[in-house]
């Protein structure tokens, strides 16, 4: 062979093995694959304190690599020169688990704009774990799973419930042992909340009443001195030690539009709804004889009626809204013990969770879902939230997204 052929023949391999290696270097990598495992599942199955390590590690290979979407409760972020990391809360996890969150620099504007508290939506890499942390690489910022709208911790919201009318929410004591049961303390205020706002447009206050109806025009007050429970023939019964009456105030005024009195000994129906139902046993029947149902309505009372007595407790209480199904959950909080008033959304096609609110430290008393606004109370405040429509929860395919 000549030597003319011969470095014709090298000079062709070397052109062929640089042609490889410029195709290789900057042929797009193939995205990884996104898993529909939530943060809440994944953790549930990868913590399984049933599992043994080696049984862990082997789940592990299942999911490592893999793209997630998840949605998390955000506890802090760290914004150093060369690192970005959010740490988000986990609560459903028996070890507490923590997920840390790598993003790179073109997120910093994203990462700056969240605040602790806020359920966020972002994608990651699944890239490690340890006994008690899930480590995501390669995250970006989505949105917000749910938008604040307002926030109010001026307001005595404990053991209160939430009645949500046209324009005003109403939030007010529910029990008779709320309003009598502590001799000592002040009688609670009965509270109208502006809807928009959030701003208090009056208050009830040092009122021995009881919220139990909100309509277009009027919220509605039991106020009574006393209760007597007694028994006969298999039902239960009450009436009144000393006189009562159902008081309509003005959502917009809180002043008295009109007062409708009982006197003392007028007994009710007997005990049917809810053995546990907040409001005494009497009310459900009487408020009803008084203002009507249906389009049927008597004593100036209005179609539309929504009595507290038909609000299931707070443990059973659960709203749908666009394929989502909301109620309260038990979760851990920061490391020490198990809170069991927070919120909870579960997709209501496949029964996964899809996030959970745990509100600190603080406890939920109640909630409402209207006209797509979560409506929050807990014992640092009440709260407004605009609600996201399920299609913003889901996972996209890759076709979608990019790489």
């Not at 910093?108 to 008690?132: C, H, M, N, P, W």
Request: aromatic share 12%; proline share 5%; glycine share 8%.
């Amino acid at each position: 062979m000549s030597k003319k052929k011969l470095a014709g023949i090298i000079v062709g391999c070397i052109t062929a093995i640089i042609v490889v290696i410029v195709i290789v270097t900057h042929s797009p990598t193939a995205p990884p694959e996104y898993t529909m495992v939530s943060a809440y599942d994944f953790a549930k199955e990868l913590f399984n304190p049933e599992l043994t390590s080696l049984q862990r590690e082997d789940l592990w290979e299942d999911y490592e690599g893999k793209q997630v979407k998840w949605i998390n409760e955000l506890k802090s972020v760290a914004l150093g020169n060369e690192e970005l990391v959010a740490y988000f809360l986990n609560p459903l996890d028996w070890e507490r688990t923590e997920v840390v969150a790598a993003f790179d620099e073109s997120q910093r504007s994203s990462l700056l704009e969240l605040k602790e508290g806020d359920l966020v939506i972002y994608t990651g890499v699944l890239a490690s774990f340890g006994q008690t942390e899930i480590s995501l690489t390669d995250c970006t910022v989505i949105s917000l799973a749910i938008v604040p709208l307002w926030w109010n911790n001026d307001i005595d919201t404990h053991s209160k419930r939430i009645l949500v009318g046209d324009e005003v929410l109403c939030l007010g004591p529910t029990t008779y042992d709320d309003v009598i049961g502590n001799f000592w303390s002040l009688p609670p205020t009965i509270t109208a909340i502006n809807r928009e706002t959030g701003e208090l447009p009056w208050e009830l206050k040092n009122t021995y009443s009881v919220l139990v109806g909100i309509d277009s025009r009027y919220i509605y007050a039991w106020q009574f001195t006393g209760v007597r429970y007694w028994y006969a023939g298999g039902y239960r019964f009450a009436d009144w030690v000393g006189p009562s009456n159902i008081t309509a105030l003005d959502k917009v005024s809180g002043q008295i539009g009109w007062t409708s009195s009982l006197s003392y000994g007028a007994s009710c129906l007997p005990f049917t709804l809810y053995p546990e139902a907040s409001i005494p046993d009497c009310v459900d029947y009487w408020i009803l004889q008084i203002y009507g149902t249906g389009n049927e309505t008597t004593n100036n009372g209005e179609p539309g009626l929504i009595l507290l007595i038909s609000k299931p407790p707070l443990s059973e209480l659960t709203y749908e809204h666009e394929g989502v199904i909301y109620e309260s959950a038990c979760a851990v909080y920061g490391g020490s013990g198990t809170e069991c008033s927070a919120l909870q959304a579960i997709d209501q096609e496949t029964g996964g969770v899809l996030w959970i609110m745990t509100f600190e430290e603080r406890g939920m008393n109640d909630f409402s879902i209207v006209d797509g606004i979560l409506y929050v109370s807990t014992d640092e405040g009440v709260g407004a939230f605009e609600l996201p429509n399920l299609t913003d929860l889901q996972i996209p395919d890759w076709s979608e997204t990019g790489s």
